[in-house]
């Protein structure tokens, strides 16, 4: 599982570095952090002295050493790395009950080490509270994090609790951003175990966050409009360019089922989604969106391997669902 959270973080690393190339690598005293992240032979990187103190860095460095040479006794303790990819920087976040946490950002395109954290741990059976250290003369600001522990199968979270409840709605598909722009504040969270398990069911959560447990909305179709052909179609969160088959539909779950404008579905047996467009009480209105081909009108649907198949047909009585797992694009 390590492994897999190193090759990540490394994979990461090389793919920023390459967008980030023009800037040339200069001598630097932090080639020991490869020790911790393997990448030792990439662009060496420099301090950021305004962010912290050098005692804050030896205390870090310090530290970093302790958690690398304790042994787990725990599940909760180790490297966890945040949920989805920077594309510009890198963080990682090692725990310890005995000797403490360290985190620290990597901005790539520098490169930098922008910033470090380190302190102790508060362990509790719900959650892990992160208290941070602060040297005279640093200019780092005291923090104190509380990450609840989640389990979702062979993954485990630590989800900030101030984000909990829209991070539980996010896991499940059930959370929509608000009209005022994209959001991620359901994102403040860490994940280690085995990242590259598939997601089934729905998240864990402590005793004491239960009433925030939410599952998937599940629906029917219950009637399809006409299929109709549209040129630059925007269902509202996702744009289509060119021309396109839009397949209207009414599912049988609305207001009082937790349906939201702009929420996705999926349309099981399908590898189609369908995006609410307006939600009654009792129903909702959606459109499926389908690639065409430009000769024969018709929907153009692929396999993975890009091979071209009939589309399934859309009726009333399939099964839809809003998608479970699906944090990132």
């Known amino acids: 599982m390590m492994k897999i959270l190193i090759d990540r973080i490394t994979k990461a690393f090389l793919l920023i570095v390459i967008l980030c190339s023009a800037n040339p690598a200069q001598e630097s005293k932090l080639m020991w952090l490869g020790e911790y992240i393997r990448f030792s032979e990439l662009p060496i990187l420099q301090p950021v002295y305004s962010n912290y103190s050098e005692l804050d860095l030896d205390n870090f460095r310090d530290r970093l050493k302790s958690l690398h040479s304790d042994a787990k006794e725990n599940e909760w303790e180790g490297r966890f790395i945040p949920g989805g990819m920077d594309i510009v920087g890198i963080s990682v976040l090692d725990l310890s009950v005995k000797s403490g946490f360290t985190s620290f950002y990597v901005y790539t395109c ?41 389990k979702w199968g062979e993954h485990l979270y630590l989800v900030n609790e101030k984000s909990l409840a829209i991070w ?46 939410r599952g998937p909305v599940e629906a029917s179709i219950i009637s399809v409009r006409p299929r109709t052909i549209e040129s630059e179609f925007s269902s509202g969160i996702t744009y289509h360019g060119g021309n396109s088959a839009a397949h209207r539909v009414v599912i049988n779950a609305g207001r009082n089922s ?72």
């Open 258 to 329: 937790g349906v939201k404008k702009d929420m996705t579905f999926s349309v099981i047996g399908t590898d189609d989604e369908l995006t609410i467009t307006k939600v009654g009480h009792r129903t909702s209105e959606g459109v499926v969106v389908r690639a065409i081909d430009d000769e024969t009108q018709r929907d153009h649907c692929l396999t993975d391997d890009a091979k071209v198949i009939q589309c399934p047909t859309l009726k009333s009585g399939l099964k839809v669902s809003t998608i479970v797992g699906k944090f990132w694009m």
């Open 168 to 213: 539980a709605e996010k896991a499940v598909g059930r959370y929509v951003p608000s009209q005022n722009g994209y959001e991620q504040n359901w994102a403040d969270y860490w994940e280690s175990g085995n990242i590259e398990a598939p997601l089934t069911g729905i998240p864990s959560l402590p005793t004491q966050f239960q009433y925030l447990s």
């Open 110 to 150: 520098t490169p930098e080490l922008r910033s470090i954290n380190y302190g102790s741990v508060i362990n509790r059976p719900d959650m892990v509270e992160l208290v941070s250290e602060i040297p005279p003369g640093s200019p780092r600001k005291s923090t104190r994090s509380r990450l609840v522990k989640v």
